[in-house]
């Protein structure tokens, strides 16, 4: 199962752009990107998901590199609701399984 | 009402009784997960189920046991609980395996004395 890189914290202004960068430089052909964030104490709330084009829904946008080596997560305009652990997730191709790594703890500040 | 839930949401046990934790889920889904996280770390898998009476580990399965009678149940029992289980548990599922997001629990948080 591919590994993911990320930085264990960042700040953002509320009402700025937020983005998150992750890497994942073992990442297989056929194994999905997936970004989840957990707010304090809740369950891990699913946020997008792509395979090698950018992605973009309600939440968020995701950018993937030509190589599929790195990602990156963008929140457009970051509140103080999404302070919170975000996590970059190579889905296995064979399991599925979810292999969460650290994450990254976005602090947005007003 | 739709979705995922978990009970209990607390519990406090002894070391050595047996506990279930209960996941419920109404979409119907085929697959469905058990996760741990202990403070300050990440979720770890610790089985997952493909479709009733389909079972396998994950990462840390020692001293836990699932089963999966029905599609929408998956109970997860520690046999013999110890306090390196005391943690925070959470339930998922999703309908497909590589392309679909999990959608999770609430969570369960257990203490053991």
């Known amino acids: 199962d591919a590994k993911t890189t990320q930085p264990p914290s960042m700040d953002c202004a509320e009402g700025r752009a937020a983005n998150l960068p992750c890497n994942h430089s073992?990442?297989?052909?056929?194994?999905?990107v997936y970004w989840y964030r957990q707010i304090h104490s809740q369950g891990p709330q699913y946020i997008i998901h792509?395979?090698?084009n950018n992605e973009t829904n309600e939440m968020a946008s995701l950018i993937i590199t030509e190589d599929r080596k790195s990602s990156t997560l963008i929140l457009p305009h970051a509140t103080l609701r999404d302070t919170a652990v975000y996590y970059c997730?190579?889905?296995?191709?064979?399991?599925?399984?979810?292999?969460f790594g650290q994450g990254t703890t976005l602090q947005v500040k007003p | 009402d739709a979705g995922i839930t978990q009970s209990p949401r607390y519990k406090i046990t002894e070391t050595g009784r047996q506990v279930t934790l209960m996941c419920h889920q109404t979409?119907?889904?085929?697959?469905m997960f058990w996760y741990r996280q202990d403070l300050g770390h990440g979720l770890r898998l610790i089985y997952y189920?493909?479709?009733?009476?389909?079972?396998d580990k994950g990462e840390v399965p020692d001293g836990y046991v699932v089963s999966r009678s029905k599609t929408e149940n998956f109970p997860l029992t520690l046999e013999s609980a110890t306090r390196s289980q005391t943690s925070v548990y959470f339930c998922?599922?999703?309908?497909?395996?590589?392309?679909?997001?999990?959608?999770f629990g609430p969570g369960t948080r257990l203490t053991v004395t």
């Open positions: 073992t990442i297989s052909g056929n194994e999905y």
């Open positions: 792509g395979l090698k």
């Open positions: 979409w119907s889904h085929s697959y």
């Open positions: 189920s493909a479709a009733a009476d389909i079972t």
């Open positions: 997730i190579v889905k296995s191709g064979n399991t599925g399984k979810l292999i």
């Open positions: 998922a599922s999703s309908e497909l395996l590589r392309s679909d997001e999990q959608y």
